[in-house]
């Protein structure tokens, strides 16, 4: 049974810096192509995507968070980070794992980020 677990998230003032982390366990690594990936959904409106990995090292970022986010996976162990720089109040949001594999899309149950003075 896959798990997908996130960790981090919390309040950060603007300008701040914050990392999140995702864990998939049930997956064996490195014997399928897999997406990793975070989406975020703010208070009202529609879960969009941050940016995704894949395990070849194909990168997607959303043009909002170009130049201050960075995502990385390890393929090893099945895990994603997302370094978030520069954070703004817009960048508050529940914020979702997502992995990709064998045409299954699996999440995390998510973790809130609030960019707040």
């Known amino acids: 049974q896959v798990q997908v677990v996130e960790f981090g998230g919390g309040l950060v003032q603007p300008g701040g810096s914050l990392r999140l982390s995702c864990t998939a366990s049930g997956i064996i690594p490195r014997t399928n192509p897999m997406t990793m990936g975070w989406y975020r959904q703010a208070q009202g409106k529609q879960r969009e995507l941050v940016a995704d990995?894949?395990?070849?090292?194909?990168?997607n970022y959303a043009d909002s968070v170009k130049g201050r986010f960075t995502i990385r996976m390890d393929s090893d162990r099945n895990i994603v980070h997302l370094q978030m720089s520069s954070l703004k109040p817009e960048d508050t949001a529940v914020y979702y794992c997502?992995?990709?594999?064998?045409?299954?899309?699996?999440w995390g149950q998510g973790t809130q980020v609030a960019v707040s003075s």
């Open positions: 997502n992995v990709k594999v064998l045409s299954h899309a699996y």
């Open positions: 990995i894949t395990s070849g090292g194909r990168i």
